[in-house]
């Protein structure tokens, strides 16, 4: 796998679910966008700039989407997910020599779940995840799972 050497643009979202529609968190010049899945909750990209980077749109559906089956697989293991659960996923772009690549780092937040469990719940949504199959192989992705 090629890693970038030099990031030149990069796209960061903070995606949770969203348990209260009414509630708005975008401040002046920056936009909430509500983002679903089929059949699943409403998920927000906060805060993101009115004109949004073709990287923090990327991240944003692809956080979505992998939020969404990150409770798949937690229901399927039968692990409630904390009311905070979130994920950060920052997209690169950069180069390494003369050629450009994509690459992207999950931050998973599950305070209070087992190391171990977290880890393999994060496993899983990406090897459910559309977003991952499609991209895996293609580019580097790395995922850091914090659960203090």
């Known amino acids: 796998m090629i890693k970038i050497e030099k990031v030149r643009y990069s796209g960061?979202?903070?995606?949770k679910v969203n348990r209260d529609p009414a509630l708005q968190r975008g401040e002046h010049g920056v936009v909430d966008?509500?983002?679903?899945?089929?059949?699943a909750?409403?998920?927000?990209?906060?805060?993101?700039?009115?004109h949004p980077t073709a990287e923090q749109l990327f991240a944003g559906a692809w956080s979505a989407c992998w939020i969404t089956?990150?409770?798949?697989?937690a229901s399927m293991k039968k692990v409630v997910l904390p009311e905070d659960t979130t994920v950060d996923l920052q997209v690169n772009i950069g180069e390494t020599g003369p050629a450009w690549f994509?690459?992207?780092?999950?931050?998973?937040?599950l305070p209070g779940v087992d190391q171990k469990v977290a880890e393999a719940l994060?496993?899983?949504?990406?090897?459910?995840?559309?977003?991952?199959?499609?991209?895996k192989g293609n580019i580097e992705v790395v995922t850091e799972v914090i659960t203090a």
């Open 122 to 135: 994060a496993h899983a949504a990406h090897q459910m995840c559309p977003y991952s199959q499609a991209t």
């Open 69 to 73: 089956v990150l409770g798949h697989a």
């Open 102 to 109: 994509l690459g992207a780092k999950f931050t998973l937040r």
């Open 41 to 50: 909750k409403s998920y927000e990209f906060i805060a993101a700039e009115l």
């Open 33 to 39: 966008l509500k983002l679903s899945a089929e059949g």
């Open 12 to 15: 960061l979202t903070h995606t």
